[in-house]
């Protein structure tokens, strides 16, 4: 069983950027589908990003052209680099691990198998 660890998250202003980091002990990422999802304050859970390779990543709507995923497997760390963070970006960001591909046509949930514990990250004045 994968251990999933989440990191960077954090208070920002409108407008700034952060990046976070997921990584697993143990078992490797490598070859997972990974997934982020978010859970803002009272709303229901919803995907973000995944990625399988550099060349198999899917944004959602809500974070096109602003968020980036990547992978470095030499350190087997993926990564959300988040750019002109907004409010309604507001949540506890979610590493999760899985299989699968279905998340490339938007499709969040089947194929995951394992989650972090979240990393908080507030956009505020």
């Known amino acids: 069983q994968l251990q999933i660890v989440e990191s960077g998250g954090g208070l920002v202003q409108p407008g700034g950027s952060l990046r976070l980091s997921c990584t697993a002990s143990?078992?490797?990422?490598?070859?997972?589908?990974v997934f982020w999802f978010r859970q803002a304050p009272g709303k229901e859970l919803e995907g973000v990003s995944c990625?399988?390779?550099?060349?198999?990543?899917q944004y959602q709507e809500i974070v096109e052209g602003r968020f980036t995923i990547s992978r470095d497997n030499a350190k087997d760390t993926v990564y959300l680099q988040m750019n002109s963070l907004k409010p309604d970006d507001t949540a506890v960001y979610f590493c999760?691990?899985?299989?699968?591909?279905?998340?490339?046509?938007?499709?969040?949930?089947?194929?995951?198998?394992?989650w972090g514990k979240g990393t908080l990250v507030t956009v505020s004045e």
């Open positions: 999760a691990a899985g299989y699968g591909d279905l998340c490339l046509q938007g499709h969040y949930g089947p194929g995951v198998t394992d």
């Open positions: 143990v078992s490797t990422l490598r070859s997972a589908t």
């Open positions: 990625i399988i390779d550099e060349s198999h990543v």
